[in-house]
T-cell receptor
Framework: QKEVEQDPGPLSVPEGAIVSLNCTYSNSAFQYFMWYRQYSRKGPELLMYTYSSGNKEDGRFTAQVDKSSKYISLFIRDSQPSDSATYLCATDNQGGKLIFGQGTELSVKP | DTAVSQTPKYLVTQMGNDKSIKCEQN?????MYWYKQDSKKFLKIMFS???????INETVPNRFSPKSPDKAHLNLHINSLELGDSAVYFC??????????????FGEGSRLTVL
């Protein structure tokens, strides 16, 4: 079993839709959770960073962590074509490295 | 001014050859990494260095040899290339140097194709 599991998609939605991206993780000791966005032919860039359980909002993006079920979510409201990218969830194993999910490829159609 | 820069962006080579990828960061970070992203976009750590010292070696074949001449540079040399080495190799850096990695800043990647 991978330490972080993510549905690779692809996921296609119309512009303006609410997008929900999800990951599960296996180790209950994980405390730091991230979402990275990767545009085609580019490196990943940090989108959201959360510690422990709860919600964090930044504009149209909301990151949610449920430690009881080991579930990480990213919600995108009013999705735009510019949101089309691969979204990677990640957790910090607190051993000096990030462990990434496989990434979900999102396409937002105008 | 690019924060983490890698060269070359593309490499196409034959099996059995040796190749190197160079990485430089101008963020003043102490920790640098090599990650490998396969064709399914799965991103996996290979190595990390903190201030020129190897910290993480993630059971990578010893055909892969990283070198950090100073804390702003981390290079990757690959000997005897195999088909399975085809991937995108990302260099990254982070400000933190303890048990928590923190935010990673990635380069644009070096796309290696082994024929």
């Amino acid at each position: 079993q991978k330490e972080v599991e993510q549905d690779p998609g692809p996921l296609s939605v119309p512009e303006g839709a609410i997008v929900s991206l999800n990951c599960t993780y296996s180790n209950s000791a994980f405390q730091y959770f991230m979402w990275y966005r990767q545009y085609s032919r580019k490196g990943p860039e940090l989108l959201m960073y959360t510690y422990s359980s709860g919600n964090k909002e930044d504009g149209r993006f909301t990151a949610q962590v449920d430690k009881s079920s080991k579930y990480i979510s990213l919600f995108i409201r009013d999705s735009q074509p510019s949101d089309s990218a691969t979204y990677l969830c990640a957790t910090d194993n607190q051993g000096g490295k990030l462990i990434f999910g496989q990434g979900t490829e999102l396409s937002v159609k105008p | 001014d690019t924060a983490v820069s890698q060269t070359p962006k593309y490499l196409v080579t034959q099996m059995g050859n040796d190749k190197s990828i160079k990485c430089e960061q101008n963020l003043g970070h102490d920790t640098m990494y090599w990650y490998k992203q396969d064709s399914k976009k799965f991103l996996k750590i290979m190595f990390s260095y903190n201030n020129k010292e190897l910290i993480i070696n993630e059971t990578v074949p010893n055909r892969f040899s990283p070198k950090s001449p100073d804390k702003a540079h981390l290079n990757l040399h690959i000997n005897s290339l195999e088909l399975g080495d085809s991937a995108v190799y990302f260099c990254a850096s982070s400000q933190l140097s303890g048990v928590v990695a923190g935010e990673l800043f990635f380069g644009e990647g070096s796309r290696l194709t082994v024929l």
